[in-house]
């Protein structure tokens, strides 16, 4: 098993191998009740945290929410919140979010609003979920108008990563997450890319040689940052990048689109972006569409959706007032903000992303 540590004012540990679920008690303490958020369809995947933390004394609650997206939304987590009433659940008891990232950050965000937060330990059974959305403390659900619009930083109290679930993942979600992979790799550790470009096929499988490597990889840039910068005043939103032009898909396709796939078209707009706005060599932009594509992701979006994507765009967090601001790069590995770009700028890059 190995271990990355998330910094700040509270900090936690990533685990990552297999027999993590013996660290349970360890993170949970003097927890007497903890509530097992976890998406019903996914009970093989939530039986082996109940039967640990049963077998450690605790008073394991299973609680099923929808798969995916239709969980992180307001009536589930009200639902949860009655559940963890009707449990008697105190400040001394805790919550366990198993699933993949949207899961954890529903638990997470039920966790953050219970009692005005309760200890939450996050369990990720997909590739994003471990290399992102279990890692730092962002929680959210989301609403009609918007992706995560509603929310809390709360980190969690560790993060456990059991390689073993990713077996049972379907593909197209495997390589999803490798989205997120890939833009740690853009963002800040360019020897991500060269893994995955050796072989993208095998990169898009669990069993591939270097998923451990991709995984600690990524982990180990997003707790570097979040350790930094935990609620986003500046470094963290690297993390964000190709989620503008993502987070308006999401919206867009109600919420029934990948969020990686997501991201992946997103990256590419952000990579014209800065390529029109003359910081980023077209090399890179090539890179960007290449990379992606080789394990299978998509790199475009409907000529048709530009007006409504561009109105959706503008309530992304980054954004300030009508001002909106884009994560791109210089050059790999370099990080910058392109800030309140003109109209003709954003259409003219969503027409090299547009089929
Ligand atoms: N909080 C953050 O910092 C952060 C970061 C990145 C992404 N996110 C969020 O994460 C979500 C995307 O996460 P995701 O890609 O894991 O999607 P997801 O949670 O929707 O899971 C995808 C599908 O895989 C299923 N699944 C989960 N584990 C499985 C397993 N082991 N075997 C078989 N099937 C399994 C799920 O039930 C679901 O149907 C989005 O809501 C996104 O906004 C949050
Ligand atoms: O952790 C972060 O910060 C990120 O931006 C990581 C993203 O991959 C993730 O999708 C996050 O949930 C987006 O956050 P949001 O603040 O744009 O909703
Ligand atoms: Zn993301």
Redesign the pocket.
């Known amino acids: 098993m190995s271990r990355v540590r998330v910094g700040g004012d509270a900090p936690y540990d990533v685990m990552i191998g297999t027999g993590v679920l013996g660290e349970l008690p360890s993170l949970l303490g003097e927890a007497g009740t903890v509530a097992v958020v976890h998406a019903e369809g996914l009970p093989e995947v939530a039986r082996p945290v109940c039967h640990a933390l049963a077998g450690a004394g605790y008073d394991a609650r299973p609680l099923p929410v929808p798969d995916g997206e239709a969980g992180k939304d307001v009536n589930v987590l009200a639902g949860l919140w009655s559940a963890f009433a009707g449990l008697g659940m105190t400040r001394s008891d805790a919550i366990v979010g198993v699933g993949g990232g949207a899961t954890t950050?529903l638990a997470g965000f039920a966790a953050a609003t219970w009692l005005r937060g309760v200890r939450a330990v996050l369990v990720p059974t997909t590739l994003l979920g471990m290399v992102?959305?279990a890692v730092?403390g962002?929680t959210?659900i989301d609403i009609p108008e918007g992706?995560?619009l509603v929310?809390a930083f709360h980190p969690p109290a560790g993060v456990l990563c059991d390689l073993a679930t990713l077996v049972t993942m379907p593909r197209e979600d495997y390589v999803a997450g490798l989205a997120?992979v890939i833009?740690a790799g853009f963002i800040a550790d360019p020897r991500i890319l060269e893994l995955i470009e050796e072989d993208p096929e095998a990169a898009g499988r669990p069993d591939g040689p270097h998923t451990l490597e991709l995984i600690e990889r990524a982990i180990a840039i997003?707790a570097r940052v979040?350790s930094e910068d935990l609620r986003?005043s500046g470094l963290?939103e690297i993390?964000?990048y190709g989620?503008t032009l993502g987070?308006a898909i999401e919206k867009v396709e109600g919420y029934h689109f990948r969020?990686g796939d997501a991201?992946a078209i997103g990256m590419v707009y952000a990579a014209e972006l800065a390529c029109l706005a003359g910081r980023l060599d077209t090399d890179v932009v090539k890179r960007h569409r290449e990379i992606l594509t080789a394990v299978g992701l998509p790199t475009s979006y409907a000529v048709e959706a530009w007006a409504e994507l561009r109105e959706t765009m503008r309530v992304?967090?980054k954004a300030r007032g009508a001002r909106l601001r884009f994560v791109v790069l210089d050059d790999l590995a370099v990080p910058g903000r392109l800030e309140n770009p003109d109209e003709d700028l954003l259409r003219s890059a969503y027409e090299r992303v547009a089929r």
């Open positions: 950050d992102d959305a730092g962002k959210a992706k995560n929310g997120e833009k997003k979040v986003e963290r993390l964000n989620h987070h969020h991201v992304d967090k």
